[in-house]
């Protein structure tokens, strides 16, 4: 029904759409890094160019792609581990969900600025093993404890001490500045913390595949003008965000 409901609100939308004019609502759901790192670079943008559109933004969860298949958000914007186990494949979205690949991004490591590691590692090399050997704190995605970077080290028959899950990026860069916890987190987040606390960050000490974030929507949304303006103008606005080597 949701769907039913949704193609026809498309057949009584106009065939044109005009930023300057239009008073319609756009909904989207992002992960909390997004907010941060990519939102900034394109509301700007979109409102600049249609002042009197509503955007309405929620927290992506596991129930996100349900939500844009039955219509009941417009766009998703979720970074995700390039791994097979990463629960995300873009060659294996849900039934009628689109996508386009924003950026991608690296892992870094965070630790407060006088962490012990720190004089460690001045005297030796940074490691897989130094790694290992400390406490991380995570941020809990999706409900999963794991992300892909867990995966990944479980195939190599390594696993992390986690001493501390938390809901969210800012939470886990507070507590890592406040214990000699590490936190290993998206490099465009990690500028904006290294901004709000006392932290250096650190490169992963290993080679890991890189994380993307994406925009997604419905196929049914695909000739809808308001939705490819939307959908245009965070590309091209994305496009000039400027990422750490």
């Given at each position: 029904?949701?769907?039913?409901?949704?193609?026809?609100?498309?057949?009584?939308?106009?065939?044109?759409?005009?930023?300057?004019?239009?008073?319609?609502?756009?909904?989207?759901?992002?992960?909390?890094?997004?907010?941060?790192t990519l939102?900034?670079?394109?509301?700007?943008?979109?409102?600049?160019?249609?002042?009197?559109?509503?955007?309405?933004?929620?927290?992506?969860?596991?129930?996100?792609?349900?939500?844009?298949?039955?219509?009941?958000?417009?766009?998703?914007?979720?970074?995700?581990?390039?791994?097979?186990?990463?629960?995300?494949?873009?060659?294996?979205?849900?039934?009628?969900?689109?996508?386009?690949?924003?950026?991608?991004?690296?892992?870094?490591?965070?630790?407060?600025?006088?962490?012990?590691?720190?004089?460690t590692i001045?005297?030796?090399?940074?490691?897989?093993?130094?790694?290992?050997?400390?406490?991380?704190?995570?941020?809990?995605?999706?409900?999963?404890?794991?992300?892909?970077?867990?995966?990944?080290?479980?195939?190599?028959?390594?696993?992390?001490?986690?001493?501390?899950?938390?809901?969210?990026?800012?939470?886990?860069?507070?507590?890592?500045?406040?214990?000699?916890?590490?936190?290993?987190?998206?490099?465009?987040?990690?500028?904006?913390?290294?901004?709000?606390?006392?932290?250096?960050?650190?490169?992963?000490?290993?080679?890991?595949?890189?994380?993307?974030?994406?925009?997604?929507?419905?196929?049914?949304?695909?000739?809808?003008?308001?939705?490819q303006w939307?959908?245009?103008?965070?590309?091209?606005?994305?496009?000039?965000?400027?990422?750490?080597?």
């Amino acid at each position: 029904m949701p769907s039913l409901l949704q193609d026809l609100y498309q057949i009584t939308q106009p065939p044109t759409f005009s930023p300057e004019t239009s008073h319609r609502k756009f909904s989207f759901s992002m992960v909390e890094s997004a907010y941060e790192t990519l939102v900034p670079s394109f509301i700007g943008s979109l409102l600049k160019q249609a002042p009197d559109i509503q955007l309405d933004s929620y927290l992506w969860t596991g129930q996100s792609f349900n939500d844009l298949q039955h219509g009941q958000i417009d766009f998703g914007i979720a970074g995700r581990d390039l791994h097979p186990q990463s629960g995300f494949n873009v060659d294996k979205l849900p039934e009628g969900i689109e996508h386009q690949m924003l950026f991608k991004d690296q892992q870094v490591c965070l630790v407060r600025n006088d962490h012990p590691v720190l004089n460690t590692i001045k005297h030796s090399d940074w490691t897989l093993e130094h790694y290992l050997a400390l406490s991380h704190v995570q941020v809990r995605c999706e409900g999963k404890e794991w992300w892909a970077l867990d995966y990944f080290l479980a195939d190599l028959g390594h696993h992390r001490k986690i001493n501390a899950t938390v809901p969210d990026f800012y939470g886990a860069a507070s507590v890592c500045a406040h214990t000699d916890l590490i936190f290993t987190l998206p490099s465009s987040f990690a500028s904006h913390a290294l901004k709000l606390y006392p932290l250096t960050q650190l490169p992963l000490p290993f080679e890991f595949m890189p994380m993307a974030y994406v925009l997604l929507w419905h196929e049914r949304n695909n000739q809808d003008k308001g939705h490819q303006w939307i959908r245009d103008t965070i590309c091209q606005s994305t496009q000039q965000v400027v990422l750490p080597d």
